[in-house]
């Protein structure tokens, strides 16, 4: 077969494509999808599988899969503006070649034919039940065949992932335009909680958004959890996360859940971030500028799993830094984690003229460093913690002055006495493996704890 007739039809198609569309505002998040067929031929840059051609310039390839011409292959793509792009080659897993699924916004629409993101498809033989998705711009999963390069529609349902959530500080409140983390989001329907806390700048809150298609990401609830910073009080959450499905990846940028994120080389992407599937953007401030930026990408289970992130800090996944990849001297850190905690408790011994304060239900290290009068940074290092966030109750911290619950019997009782050292290693409140760096200080050994349990 000759590569270049292929790929030269393919064009006349998307030209054609383009013709009937002509008029159509573009799309700002590709669609994504999965098709599985034959390989034809292929080259460094195209791939031409069942008659399907394929941009392969920038595809990640499963490291057991080799590209051959007439073997089978499954290879997840987005779409743009008709353009097949390939994000992933790999071994079909039993699915019938020629088969493909693709989850887009719909450009155009009639009773035989439907665009979408720039593709066309004929649906004259499948029953639409539903009239929404006759709607452009309505989301839509559909299952197609391919059969002498013409793409057919053999199922076509409502596609209700688009949804995210993101998790953060205030950054701007101007509303009904609200910004987090740089992103801006319309809150004018959305469903606020305020209870107990008020929405304002620097609330720490947790937003559900979906983004239209070229538009703004649309809030649908906005619940405050945390009260905006006091004066002088510093923050222990300096992250900003979120979540969703990923629709489309390059080496520049991601997109989840329609918004759009810029990455540079400095940004942590794991291997198992793929479209179509669910993941997590962690954004920090930057040491320097305190502009927050993103520095890393991981796949998750479910979106609903940040909710960890705000409920149980000390114990989540999604609860870390982003440090680089464990090096072999982290892992057997982590397996010898006893034995360090012993050799670093004389590390925390009681500072002079400090007393012992048995943490309470509701604590966070701000509150207990605000009413000692000292820095988060300095209660961490008195204590060998490794992170801000890693404290529980009945835990024994140091601090410089009686706040109240104190108690000048550091082994009062077993938890006392293991947590006068730091924690136990269970909870991560010990000194940490890394030297007890602060919370954004990008190495904590919380995020050696999330590496280790992924």
């Known amino acids: 077969m000759n590569l270049r007739l292929l790929v030269r039809s393919s064009l006349l198609l998307l030209l054609a494509i383009g013709v009937l569309t002509g008029g159509i505002a573009a799309q700002e998040t590709p669609a994504s999808g999965t098709f599985t067929g034959v390989v034809d031929v292929f080259n460094a840059s195209v791939l031409v599988s069942s008659g399907v051609v394929f941009d392969i310039s920038g595809v990640q390839v499963d490291e057991h899969f080799t ?51 720039g593709l066309s498809f004929d649906v004259s033989g499948v029953k639409i039940e539903d009239d929404s998705l006759f709607k452009t711009g309505a989301w839509v999963e559909v299952a197609f065949d391919v059969t002498g390069g013409a793409f057919t529609i053999t199922d076509i349902e409502p596609y209700d992932d688009q949804s995210g959530v993101i998790i953060g500080r205030v950054e701007l409140l101007e509303i009904p335009r609200m910004e987090i983390g740089a992103i801006p989001f319309d809150i004018a329907s959305a469903e606020v909680d305020e209870d107990p806390y008020a929405l304002e700048p620097a609330a720490l809150v947790k937003v559900e958004f979906r983004v239209p298609p070229a538009s703004i990401a649309q809030a649908s609830s906005v619940d405050v959890r945390e009260p905006a910073l006091a004066a002088g009080q510093e923050d222990d959450f300096k992250r900003v996360i979120l979540a969703g499905t990923v629709t489309a990846r390059d080496d520049d940028s991601i997109t989840i859940a329609g918004v759009e994120v810029a990455l540079d080389p400095s940004v942590r992407v794991d291997t198992d971030v793929r479209v179509g599937e669910p993941a997590r953007v962690t954004f920090r401030p930057d040491v320097t500028t305190q502009e927050i930026r993103p520095t890393r990408v991981k796949g998750i289970d479910d979106i609903d799993d940040v909710d960890d992130v705000l409920d149980d800090r000390g114990d989540d996944d999604l609860d870390d830094d982003d440090s680089d990849v464990d090096s072999p001297e982290d892992d057997d850190k982590r397996d010898d984690s006893d034995e360090d905690d012993d050799d670093d408790d004389s590390a925390c011994s009681e500072p002079d003229d400090w007393t012992a304060y048995h943490v309470r239900s509701g604590d966070t290290l701000s509150r207990i460093a605000s009413a000692a009068g000292v820095t988060v940074q300095a209660i961490m290092e008195a204590n060998c913690l490794s992170s801000a966030n890693l404290i529980h109750t009945g835990q024994t911290l140091f601090v410089p002055r009686d706040i109240g619950g104190s108690s000048d019997d550091d082994s009062s009782d077993d938890d006392g006495g293991d947590d006068s050292s730091g924690g136990s290693s269970d909870d991560g409140g010990g000194c940490g493996d890394d030297g007890g760096s602060s919370d954004d200080g990008g190495s904590g050994g919380d995020d050696e704890g999330d590496d280790g349990d992924d």
């Open 67 to 117: 590209l051959r011409t007439g073997i089978p292959v499954e290879v997840s793509f987005t779409v743009s503006r008709g353009i097949l792009t390939a994000t992933g080659l790999t071994n079909p897993s039993g699915a019938t070649p020629g088969h493909g699924t693709l989850r887009g916004a719909v450009d155009l629409a009639s009773e035989s034919t439907f665009v979408i993101n």
